[in-house]
């Protein structure tokens, strides 16, 4: 059982590191316009 919460922990760390990633990336990219 800790396992899987380890793994559902780290999903969750993962998904919420993607969105932050995607969030700055459409910044980025608005301002510069590549």
Request: proline residues 0%; glycine residues 8%; positive net charge.
């Amino acid at each position: 059982e800790g396992l899987l919460q380890f793994f559902r922990d780290s999903l969750g760390q993962f998904r919420a590191l993607q969105a932050l990633l995607n969030f700055l990336d459409l910044r980025i990219g608005s301002s510069k316009n590549w």
